[in-house]
């Protein structure tokens, strides 16, 4: 196992890398591939591992990977619970899964409200009696509201936050690192690259470097996702006039409403998959666009048509998107991509803002 550079997390006992490993994209890994990806991100000396019981076989995957290293990382998951009860059911399921005893940090997952310390009965409550037991040895939360985010700071209840965290994010959201640093509570940055929408991996990566106290979780599900990270820890890229140039771009490219694909809109009653179709227009031009032509995926698209107008994802949008909007003008957008993009005709031109809100 190789040095990386650590930091400590907020208050707790917990010296980790600062680049951290986010677990979640290895559910869609086959269980060999993401046992290699991990094992190799352990030996190269990578200590933090963040997933949840939510992220279906992710947690599984980590414990048959590094269950026999267990005391030589920081294992970090999460409950959706809202119950002491609830969340006591989850943790034993994510111990069995992890192949261990107890976790490093517990974090109550993206709640709507922060649970009420004093009711025996609540999700908080259930994480102190872990942490009485020597099942959890700290607490956190992680949420997408930044008014519950610091609240949940100001409490002194939670030893850590973790909220989205970017070279996109609003000068409001970047207040939470000094918020977090005032008051020692270690800050977890999720989605550092916006849910796949940010492709200069370089320009993120230095951008967060910058925060000594922010430790971001990077999403990875392949070996050169990876290999790329590690080379960029082992020389971290200055935050230049051009890598500053870069996210310029990119903030007035992805400034408005847009889909981070957190995924909390799901399942759709009428099976679109939300998280990708509601940003598709953006995919199209910041990704290569042939993986999105092609049959599978216009199927995909067209069930945007089906749509129902059942308000499910509207209501579960942690950023108050007007998602079945969104889905319709994307839907429109992919429509004409896709005729632009035959043989014979004109590229489609990227769309305006407006496309986006």
């Not at 060999?32 to 352990?42: F, G, M, N, S, V």
Request: charged residues 20%; aromatic residues 6%.
């Amino acid at each position: 196992m190789k040095t990386m550079d650590t930091t400590r997390l907020g208050r707790t006992e917990l010296h980790v890398t600062r680049t951290a490993f986010g677990v979640l994209p290895l559910q869609r890994t086959p269980p060999d591939e993401a046992i290699r990806i991990l094992q190799r991100a352990y030996d190269a000396g990578i200590t933090l591992y963040d997933t949840a019981r939510a992220y279906t076989d992710s947690e599984a995957k980590l414990g048959q990977a590094l269950g026999t290293v267990r005391t030589r990382i920081t294992i970090a998951t999460k409950s959706g619970a809202t119950t002491r009860s609830g969340l006591l059911a989850d943790l034993e399921t994510s111990l069995q899964a992890l192949r261990t005893d107890y976790v490093d940090l517990l974090q109550l997952h993206n709640p709507k409200a922060l649970p009420d310390p004093a009711d025996p009965q609540s999700s908080y409550a259930g994480a102190l009696e872990a942490r009485a037991k020597g099942m959890v040895r700290y607490i956190g939360m992680t949420n997408h509201s930044r008014e519950l985010a610091a609240q949940a700071v100001a409490s002194g209840l939670y030893d850590t936050l973790q909220f989205p965290l970017c070279m996109l994010s609003s000068v409001a959201d970047l207040a939470l690192v000094d918020q977090c640093r005032a008051a020692d509570v270690g800050l977890i940055a999720m989605k550092p690259l916006s849910g796949g929408l940010i492709t200069n991996v370089h320009a993120a990566f230095a951008f967060l470097w910058q925060y000594t106290n922010v430790v971001p979780i990077w999403g990875i599900q392949r070996l050169s996702e990876l290999d790329e990270l590690l080379g960029l820890s082992a020389a971290p890229p200055p935050l230049d006039e051009a890598l500053r140039a870069a996210i310029s771009h990119d903030r007035a490219e992805l400034s408005g409403a847009f889909c981070r694909g957190c995924g909390y809109c799901l399942p759709c009653p009428a099976d679109i998959p939300i998280p990708m179709a509601a940003r598709m227009s953006l995919l199209l031009r910041r990704m290569p666009s042939e993986q999105f032509l092609n049959e599978a995926w216009s199927a995909k698209m067209e069930r945007i048509a089906a749509c129902t107008g059942c308000g499910h994802c509207r209501a579960h949008c942690p950023y108050e998107l007007d998602t079945p909007e969104l889905l319709k003008r994307n839907l429109a957008d992919y429509r004409e991509f896709s005729l632009r993009s035959q043989p014979g005709q004109q590229a489609a031109p990227a769309p305006g803002v407006s496309a986006q809100r």
